[in-house]
């Protein structure tokens, strides 16, 4: 089972910038995807984009393209979210996830504020 921690949370103005992190240890990572999540409540859970591991193809959430850029450190187990122009509709509990063929595992979220 993969056991994942996200880190990088926090309170920021419109406009700003926060990044995300999160590691993953358990279980080697060969074809494995790794996504973000966000949910407010209330809200059904959104996607928020993707990478495969260990070829990096990448996907985005309609709402983020452009902004956010997912990446990942192979040697270190972790991939990060970095958020760039932060709206106040971004505020949200952001979620780490892995999997194979669907995303199984879940960190416990990471809440990201962003104010007008």
């Known amino acids: 089972q993969v056991q994942l921690k996200e880190s990088g949370g926090g309170l920021v103005q419109a406009g700003g910038s926060l990044r995300l992190s999160c590691a993953a240890s358990?279980?080697?990572?060969?074809?494995?995807?790794m996504g973000w999540f966000r949910q407010v409540p209330g809200k059904e859970r959104e996607f928020v984009a993707s990478?495969?591991?260990?070829?990096?193809?990448?996907y985005y959430g309609d709402s983020v393209k452009g902004r956010f850029t997912i990446s990942r450190d192979n040697a270190r187990n972790t991939v990060s979210l970095q958020m760039n122009s932060l709206k106040s509709e971004d505020t949200a509990v952001y979620y780490c996830a892995a999997g194979v063929n669907t995303f199984d595992s879940w960190g416990q979220g990471t809440q990201v504020i962003v104010s007008s």
């Open positions: 358990g279980r080697t990572f060969s074809n494995y995807v």
């Open positions: 990478i495969k591991w260990p070829h990096g193809s990448t």
